[in-house]
């Protein structure tokens, strides 16, 4: 598939959510508001989310430098300062399931880890916790990745997933997210939340972008759900309600994900987007894989859950260039 110019797919995205509304009375899912009474085991979920701002809900900006694609993206929603107040505790989701040197694009870029950090602590966080729950050893995920390095380098503290951190969650509505072992040591201690994620090709929901991001919070043989993929990455993107997250388009993994391997895997793409809205941020980074929202189910099902849009117009897409 070409690429297809951004009007053009802003006006797709429109379509593909509108369709998606008026199919949503069939499918017969559970709102987004239903997540908020969270579990039955004594731990809740807290909505991290930060006041809305019309015009303010989604940004993208291109270019090649990370750390500054970060800063512009972020003032365009109204700078760190509307997500982080002083004394903040802030927890960091950057993706961090493989142990892959940054060069294959497998995991989130260090660079943004050390950026997003450095701007929390600019803001007035007292702290900032980066955690991921890996597929492979964390040690190694969080070593290899060069994530642990950039962390500590910002002067953040790496959380490496032990089994006093998860405790059983239940999510209210859910079908799979049922007495299910959560991380969530890291978000009973957090104020605000901010997922970070890569834009990748993924061999069983498509796509890896912010909400399958979500992914590294379960626990247990979270593997079974991988027979229904797209109803796990919904239940999660119900679950989360983030401050904010990053979508790293710079370079997308446009084949062989999630892990890739290979640099022929990769393409520039040179974009970066932030959001309040995780729905828009993935609708919007779908075009980044020359692909429509479309082909995403899980897309569809999340906004029929009230997780957010899939209309760009609607969302008040910002574009700028560095």
Not at 3 to 16: D, I, P, S, T
Not at 117 to 138: T, W
Not at 289 to 302: F, H
Request: charged share 20%; glycine share 10%; with cysteine.
């Amino acid at each position: 598939m070409k690429m297809q110019n951004r009007r053009e797919f802003v006006w797709n995205a429109a379509r593909a959510g509108t369709l998606a509304a008026l199919t949503a009375g069939a499918v017969g899912l559970y709102s987004a508001g239903d997540g908020e009474k969270g579990s039955e085991n004594g731990f809740s979920m807290p909505d991290f989310s930060v006041e809305k701002i019309d015009g303010k809900t989604i940004a993208s900006v291109s270019g090649s430098s990370r750390p500054e694609l970060a800063r512009k993206a972020v003032a365009m929603l109204g700078g760190m300062e509307r997500f982080i107040e002083k004394g903040d505790v802030v927890a960091l989701k950057p993706n961090v399931a493989f142990a892959s040197p940054e060069s294959l694009g497998a995991t989130t870029s260090p660079d943004l880890v050390y950026e997003l950090s450095k701007m929390c602590f600019e803001a007035g966080a007292k702290e900032v916790l980066v955690f991921d729950n890996p597929i492979n050893s964390p040690q190694s995920c969080f070593m290899i990745s060069g994530i642990s390095k950039a962390a500590e380098r910002a002067g953040a503290k790496v959380l490496i997933p032990s089994d006093s951190m998860f405790s059983k969650y239940t999510l209210s509505g859910g079908g799979l997210i049922v007495d299910w072992p959560l991380f969530n040591d890291p978000l009973k201690r957090a104020d605000k939340l901010i997922g970070v994620a890569p834009v990748k090709d993924h061999h069983r929901s498509g796509a890896s972008m912010t909400m399958k991001n979500w992914y590294g919070l379960l626990g247990g043989r979270r593997n079974i759900f991988h027979q229904d993929i797209n109803g796990i990455i919904k239940e999660l993107a119900v679950m989360v309600k983030p401050s904010l997250v990053v979508l790293d388009g710079v370079v997308t993994m446009m084949r062989n994900g999630p892990t890739g391997g290979s640099l022929s895997d990769l393409k520039d793409t040179n974009t970066l987007i932030a959001s309040t809205d995780m729905l828009a941020a993935d609708t919007l980074g779908v075009s980044l894989l020359e692909r429509e929202p479309g082909s995403l189910p899980y897309l569809a099902l999340a906004q029929e859950a009230g997780v957010g849009t899939m209309d760009l117009n609607k969302a008040g897409l910002m574009e700028a260039k560095l």
